[in-house]
Every structure is written in C-alpha cells, then in structure tokens.
C-alpha cells in the first residue's frame, strides 16, 4: 500500500514547479524601513526599495542548498499609477549563480500586458540553463533613454524562484 502511494505522489508531482525557500537577501542599498527581505515575505503589500542615488542596483537571493532553478517570478511594486510602474523594471537581468560558473537566465526587457495591474508579475525562465544554482542574481543597471519612465531603483513586491519537483536530488 505504501508503495502505491509513494507511486502516486511521484506521479502527480513530477514536472511540476515548487517554490524554493530563499534563506537571506542581501542588496546592494535600502531606503527606508523597505528592507531587501520584504521580497520573500510572501506579501506584496510589504516591499523592497533601494536608495535613490541612481546607480546599479542588485539584488542577490541566496538559496538554503544547490538547486537547478526553472524560473524566477518577480512581482513589480504597484504605485497606482500604471504607466511608470510598468516601466521600471525595464532592463532588470537575472543571472543564476553556481558554484563553478554564472548563467544568465534573462531579462525583463518589455512591458507585460496584464489585466491585474495590481500584481504586474514577470516570468523570467531558466530551464535552458538549469545548473545547480547556489543564488539569484537580480542586476539593474540599464536605463532606456526613449523610456521616460524606466529607472534604475528597485522597486519589488515580491521575487520568487521555482525549481521542477524531483524524487532525488
């Protein structure tokens, strides 16, 4: 009996995405009480925002083991004003890093239509490059110049990494 269910679960998982816990989030700055934290809180009402000096920004998500990571989910900062909310995360590269070598996975690099403007979510896929990924690098150094609103501060709601489900690791 235990075998069949053990079966089952095998069969019912296999393929799927699970989210991976992020155990520390380091950043390059902060402003204010917006701590790089706030993005794997699970809440988009709690944020992250780095400071205002326009540089290169970065996020690094550290995971708690080597994982081949699918994807990275990032859920943009919503200010109720819908054009330069989409805009900002314009340019944002993710770059998974391994224990023998870097891999870009990416980036977001065009405005996604969504109904919900209230959790503008992108997608930046990694199957293609899939290795044992020790963190998540999320870099932001471009600003468009044709883009009036396109930023070089972070500002997140939320960033999510999901590997596939495997019986071993």
Known sequence: ????????????????SR??????????TKWGGKAPGN??????????HSSLDKKPEW??????????????????????????????????EVTLIGSSKNT????IDSVKSVADLKHQTYT??????????LAVFLYDDVKDPSEEY????????EAMVFTLFTLYP
């Open 39 to 48: 993005v794997v809180d699970g809440n988009t009402t709690t944020l992250y």
């Open 19 to 28: 989210q991976v816990p992020v155990r520390e989030v380091i950043s390059r």
């Open 150 to 157: 396109d930023q070089i501060i972070m500002h997140l709601a």
């Open 59 to 92: 996020l690094k998500l550290i995971l708690p083991k080597e994982t081949k990571v699918e994807k990275v989910v990032i859920i943009n900062r919503f200010e109720g004003v819908p054009e330069p909310s989409l805009k900002r995360l314009i340019g944002t």
């Open 124 to 133: 930046v896929p990694c199957s293609a490059t899939a290795q044992p990924t």
């Open 104 to 107: 870009s996975c990416g980036s």
């Open 1 to 16: 009996m235990m075998f069949l269910l053990l079966l089952l679960f095998v069969a019912t998982t296999r393929g799927k």
